[in-house]
């Protein structure tokens, strides 16, 4: 379909057009423009994705309510392919036997006060207001060097 600019006050938008992230206001709805916009300081959009401060000024993919020039949807933020890859994602793993975590830097469970660093150098760090270690059965501790208080 080709879209004529300045768009007709009865033209209907299919398909996506794009636009750019003019403002986010408090508690309102994103500020956009694209061309042929009805508005000159943009028009207030429902969205699909969620947008933050680091978002305006960036371009956007805008559907509109049943074709409706004057009723902006965002479905997306475009991103740009000369930025740098994101870090891979944690991943998990979860089969009948075993559950297992992984991450390229560091592992970390925290509940309130205590929390288990798990770190890529190997290290284990608990800690902890207070810390209990109890076994029916040996209760070994070994290591290049062990130190006590």
């Known amino acids: 379909m080709t879209v004529q600019y300045p768009l007709p006050a009865q033209a209907r938008l299919d398909g996506v057009v794009i636009g750019t992230l003019l403002e986010l206001p408090p508690a309102a709805a994103p500020l956009v423009a694209y061309p042929g916009?009805?508005?000159?300081?943009?028009?207030?959009?429902?969205?699909?994705a969620l947008l933050g401060p680091a978002d305006i000024g960036a371009q956007v993919a805008l559907m509109f309510e049943n074709g409706?020039?004057?009723r902006p949807l965002v479905i997306g933020r475009l991103?740009?392919?000369?930025?740098?890859?994101?870090?891979?994602?944690?991943?998990?793993?979860?089969?009948?036997?075993?559950?297992?975590?992984?991450?390229?830097?560091?592992?970390v469970l925290r509940c309130g006060k205590a929390s288990i660093t798990l770190t890529r150098a190997g290290k284990v760090i608990i800690q902890g207001a207070y810390l209990s270690s109890r076994s029916s059965g040996v209760n070994r501790i070994k290591g290049g060097s062990v130190q006590i208080n």
């Open 68 to 70: 409706d020039p004057a």
């Open 79 to 107: 991103l740009d392919p000369a930025a740098a890859a994101p870090a891979p994602p944690a991943q998990v793993q979860l089969d009948d036997q075993c559950l297992e975590l992984r991450a390229e830097r560091e592992i």
């Open 37 to 48: 916009c009805p508005a000159q300081s943009g028009l207030a959009a429902r969205s699909s």
